[in-house]
Antibody, heavy 122, light 107 residues
């Protein structure tokens, strides 16, 4: 069964850059038909999709975050990464990576990681 | 942006009873709606997609219905492992994906 595991910086100061990686195991990130997503959840709040990357390198971002987000893919390591620049306290959240189904234009998330907490504090 | 309103925010139900959760969209999403279950310390788990199709391994006592702007998740004969937070998500307006704020199902 496909597994996803997030890792990266847990505590940041305002204005720094958030960097996270999602390692994918028991399945290939290079298979077509899926987009590899980042989703976050601020404490006590709902889920917010950040963006995703296709195996070709094509990216899709939420417009509200697009100016600060970069998602990249490393097929040799079977992983993908998130960078979010100029973080503020509002970026404090649990960050999840997930696989997005892309077949038949049905964009739901069928596998998720456990999440990693990122805190932004001075 | 399509806003999803989930109700109620918290639902208290006894084991063995039925739970009905609602998700209302601010505009039609056809049947492009999914439901997820989230337990403490875990990532969400896909339950339903296409408004009514159960994901792999999801038991038949969990069902989804609806289309357009009104959707329902029904869990019949609640078991202890069903007590969690449930989210709906629309994917009709890619890439402007949105989630509801969640319904907490508690004993």
């Amino acid at each position: 069964q496909l597994q996803l595991q997030e890792s990266g910086s847990g505590l940041l100061k305002p204005s720094q850059t958030l960097s996270l990686t999602c390692a994918v195991s028991d399945g290939s990130i290079s298979v077509g038909g899926y987009c590899w997503s980042w989703i976050r959840q601020p404490p006590g709040k709902g889920l917010e999709w950040i963006g995703c990357i296709y195996h070709s390198g094509t990216t899709y971002y939420d417009p509200s975050l697009q100016s600060r987000v970069t998602i990249s893919i490393d097929k040799s390591k079977n992983q993908f990464s998130l960078q979010l620049t100029s973080v503020t306290a509002a970026d404090t959240a649990m960050y999840y990576c997930a696989r997005t189904n892309f077949y038949n234009a049905k964009y739901y998330f069928d596998y998720w990681g456990q999440g990693t907490l990122v805190t932004v504090s001075s | 942006e399509i806003v999803l309103a989930q109700s109620p925010a918290t639902l208290s139900v006894s084991p063995g009873q039925r739970a009905t959760l609602s998700c209302r969209a601010s505009q039609s999403v056809s049947r492009d709606l999914a439901w997820y279950q989230q337990k403490p310390g875990q990532g969400p788990r896909l339950l339903i997609y296409g408004a009514s199709t159960r994901a792999t391994g999801i038991p038949a006592r969990i069902s989804g219905s609806g289309s357009g702007t009104e959707f329902t998740l029904t869990i019949s004969s609640l078991q202890s492992e069903d007590f969690a937070v449930y989210y709906c998500q629309q994917y009709n307006n890619w890439p402007l994906i949105t989630f509801g704020q969640g319904t907490r199902l508690e004993i």
